[in-house]
């Protein structure tokens, strides 16, 4: 949903300035490219990183012309590299099986006072069909966020709801309206495809939705309730990882 995506990269561009991370980054789970290639334009280099074979073709296209991005077919636990001051992980640790190991396996890759971005749907109980589609397989409790995070020795300094009142209200109501379709393969099977799932397809309302409504005004309400991360359904999140930074 284009508009939600800009609200997501606005929110990421204002933990950047407010906290000021800075490249190279490590995009993880990149999808389609869109992170990485927004954090190019900010004049950051970096890597642009994913397991399924889908996201591997389309960040492989969207990124063949961004100088300074390098596109890599691989999960975060084989991967070689960094130190990176920073690492994007936007909606990946609700999709895998241990999600403390694949924490762990990003501690690996940054040095003390390295900082880690994330989004991740919040409260079991916003739990929809949606979740179904893209390959959830839990939602987090803000609270069970902090001591995952604490546990793979980060410190989270900022934690944002990002849809809470207006994307929220429309994502329970679009999943009200609309039919579920059919649920296929499994959860790792629908993860791998989840990047090229279009999402909130309800034709020229999706088009009405997207292109009519005062989008600015929305974020700005949106932001105004950014720290009431007991409502909404999906936060951004940024933690800073533990130890002596090296002099």
Request: proline letters at 5%; hydrophobic letters at 45%; charged letters at 25%.
């Amino acid at each position: 949903f284009g508009p939600f995506k800009q609200h997501i990269l606005g929110e990421l561009d204002a933990l950047a300035d407010r906290h000021g991370l800075r490249g190279p980054f490590l995009d993880a789970g990149c999808g389609q490219g869109d992170v990485a290639a927004h954090l190019a334009r900010r004049g950051w280099t970096g890597v642009a990183l994913d397991v399924s074979d889908v996201a591997a073709v389309a960040t492989g296209a969207s990124l063949a012309s961004v100088p300074g991005v390098a596109v890599v077919h691989a999960d975060v636990a084989h991967f070689q590299g960094g130190p990176f001051p920073t690492v994007v992980m936007l909606d990946v640790i609700e999709h895998v099986d241990d999600d403390r190991a694949l924490l762990d396996a990003v501690a690996r890759l940054q040095a003390p006072g390295g900082h880690l971005v994330m989004t991740v749907p919040t409260h079991p109980r916003e739990w929809r069909w949606d979740d179904k589609v893209y390959g959830h397989l839990r939602r987090y409790e803000p609270d069970a966020l902090r001591d995952l995070l604490r546990a793979a020795g980060y410190d989270v300094v900022a934690m944002w709801d990002i849809t809470f009142p207006v994307l929220w209200a429309m994502r329970r109501a679009y999943t009200a309206i609309k039919r579920p379709p059919a649920i296929r393969g499994t959860a790792f099977d629908r993860t791998q495809a989840s990047s090229g799932v279009r999402a909130w397809d309800m034709g020229v309302v999706s088009w009405l939705t997207q292109h009519l409504l005062p989008w600015r005004l929305l974020f700005a309400w949106i932001r105004r309730n950014r720290l009431r991360i007991d409502r909404g359904h999906e936060v951004i999140l940024l933690a800073r990882r533990r130890g002596e930074e090296a002099s």
